[in-house]
């Protein structure tokens, strides 16, 4: 601790006393100027200058109501409409009884009569009230999230609880907020009107709180928690936080999504699985746009068991070889005969119990809790010695396409892990395709786009995946590093049926030859669709008219008739 502290602990606080009377200023400027460093006002007016003016070096007011110009009321009352003089304490000074509650009620802490009593009373009270303004204010600092003002996540809980012991017959819901895509506010506008939205939002969640008698916290970025006693319905409670977002964005068109969990008791269950259980139903309607409040119901508690039993049982499918990769055929089809150029792995897992899983069912949920690396790297690593096989055996290089995760390029390992497995087969990065899916390059973020251009130049062939689904922007095209534009599947599917769909197609096949990058078409199912590919000239085809995934034994008979 150096000089500066121990000047700074030591220096005497600084209170200040209003009051019209003389003799009242100096009396307890007596009882305080040996303790306290004392400023004097003899008005409200007076009070509020000195107030403003000192702010937070301030530790107290003492204050009388009755006074010329500005009295007492006056002088709290704007203390408590500006956020930085709120939180100094005021000690009223009065001699009517009346005047003492309602002094308490409008926000002061404390009330010392009139005429004065002994002096050591008044400064013990003084002593007090000082401690524990400062104390309250380390803990604020410490329990608040710094943007909103909420409870950050462990406070929130701690709380939460205290509501519990005190109420323990209440009846309480979990309540999660989220906001959708919450990143591209971010991204469109600025982090300082993202911040702002948040600040709406947890504004608004506040005010429910207080109004339903419950607690508000933020768990992280845009994730916000509600714990109040049961409500019948949370449609109203919906459009209350949207219009009060709306009223302030007018334009940004956000999207709240709630998810509720109704404790059958207090104590169920932990606090955080609580929560959890409402945020999974808060993630169930992620992508259901007709539904912006969900509950935990009996489906979803089936799910979430499912999901737990995959996070549970996937490390030990890793190593007993319940995971295959299977293969699905591209062909190129710029000749008279379709010709196996590539293929895709695509992961299956074998489950003894629960059967064949696909990864519809699984990746998603491993994305999530960051499992989905495990997967991945398995499967590249099958994928690199199947390449390596088919060279030795069949004496062709048959480049494979693999799946990236988005959460694979958080790590930042990732190139050299690649590079490894390449390596250890024996076969080189342009047998490897790097398939990404396209909300990758949408989420982000100049990162992100940074780890595919390393991949890209360490020689990797990059195919940008599902394109066409989901947000697309064609902006993205242009600034985004890939060597092949996969068609996602949606855009095939009215192609035989529909006009405008076939032109919507043509012209996507036009932008990728003006892009100098080959097309790959996916979900092509139908012999119609084939041959209105062929004839806007896209190069591959992947798709059930070809062939469906199939196990590697399988595909390798394929290859070898080929031969
Ligand atoms: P994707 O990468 O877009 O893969 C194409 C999906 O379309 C595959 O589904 C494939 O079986 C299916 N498909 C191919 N041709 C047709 C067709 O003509 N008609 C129809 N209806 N479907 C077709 P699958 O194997 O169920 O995989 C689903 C998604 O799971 C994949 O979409 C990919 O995003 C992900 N995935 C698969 N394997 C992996 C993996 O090893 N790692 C990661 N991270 N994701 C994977
Ligand atoms: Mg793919
Ligand atoms: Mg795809």
């Not at 062909?331 to 489950?351: C, F």
Request: hydrophobic share 40%; net charge negative.
């Amino acid at each position: 601790m150096g000089e500066d502290f121990i000047y700074h602990y030591r220096k005497k606080r600084m209170v200040l006393v209003v009051d019209d009377e003389e003799i009242n200023r100096e009396i307890l400027g007596g009882i305080l100027e040996d303790h306290y460093e004392v400023q004097y006002a003899s008005d409200g007016e007076e009070a509020l200058e000195i107030i403003k003016e000192k702010g937070n070096l301030l530790s107290l007011v003492l204050l009388d109501i009755m006074m010329p110009k500005m009295d007492g009321f006056e002088v709290i009352k704007n203390m408590q409409m500006d956020p930085a003089l709120r939180p100094i304490p005021v000690i009223v000074l009065t001699s009517d009884e009346e005047l003492e509650i309602d002094s308490l009620k409008k926000g002061a802490a404390d009330f010392i009569k009139k005429p004065y009593d002994v002096p050591e009373k008044i400064l013990a009270r003084v002593k007090r009230i000082i401690a524990l303004f400062e104390d309250r204010l380390i803990i604020q600092l410490t329990e608040k999230d710094e943007l909103t003002n909420l409870y950050d996540r462990s406070y929130f809980y701690e709380y939460a609880l205290l509501q519990n012991r005190f109420n323990p017959d209440e009846k309480m819901d979990a309540v999660v907020f989220n906001i959708s895509h919450f990143h591209m506010f971010n991204e469109i506008y600025g982090m300082e009107e993202g911040d702002k939205i948040l600040q709406v939002l947890a504004k608004s969640i506040e005010d429910m709180a207080e109004r339903f008698g419950g607690i508000a916290g933020r768990s992280v970025a845009d994730i916000f928690m509600l714990y109040i006693p049961s409500q019948k319905e949370y449609d109203s409670i919906h459009r209350e936080v949207e219009d009060a977002i709306e009223r302030e964005f007018p334009v940004h068109h956000v999207r709240v999504r709630i998810g509720v969990y109704t404790r059958p008791d207090n104590n169920d269950d932990k606090l955080s699985i609580c929560f959890d259980r409402a945020k999974t139903a808060c993630n169930s309607i992620r992508e259901n746009y007709n539904k912006d409040v969900a509950y935990f119901d009996d489906e979803l508690r089936e799910k979430q068991i499912y999901a737990e039993r995959l996070i549970h049982d996937i490390r030990s499918a890793i190593s007993k070889n319940q995971l295959k990769v299977y293969f699905q055929s591209k062909y190129d089809v710029t000749g008279d005969i379709p010709v196996i150029t590539s293929a895709e792995a695509l992961v299956r897992w074998i489950h003894p119990e629960l059967g064949m899983i696909s990864p519809g069912s699984f990746i998603t949920l491993f994305e999530e809790n960051g499992l989905i690396h495990l997967v991945d790297e398995f499967v590249w690593k099958e994928s690199a010695e199947r390449v390596k096989r088919w060279k030795e055996e069949f004496g062709i290089t048959l480049p494979v396409s693999v799946n990236v995760s988005r959460i694979d390029l958080h790590d930042p390992q990732i190139k050299e892990k690649l590079l490894k497995i390449v390596k250890d087969a024996g076969i080189t990065p342009e047998d490897i395709y790097l398939e990404i899916t396209e909300s990758v390059y949408e989420e982000d973020t100049d990162q992100m786009v940074e780890v595919v251009m390393e991949l890209k130049k360490a020689g990797f062939v990059i195919e940008m995946d599902d394109f066409g689904s989901g947000y697309s922007s064609l902006n993205m095209l242009t600034t985004m590093p890939f060597d092949i534009l996969k068609l996602d599947m949606s855009l095939m599917k009215d192609i035989h049926k529909d006009e405008r769909s076939r032109r919507m197609l043509e012209l996507i096949i036009e932008i990728a030859k003006f892009l100098k990058v080959k097309v790959v078409a996916e979900g092509v199912e139908e012999k119609q669709q084939v041959e209105i590919l062929k004839k806007f000239n896209a190069q591959v085809i992947q798709g059930y008219y070809f062939s469906r995934p199939v196990p590697p034994e399988e595909f390798e008979a394929l290859l070898k008739n080929k031969r």
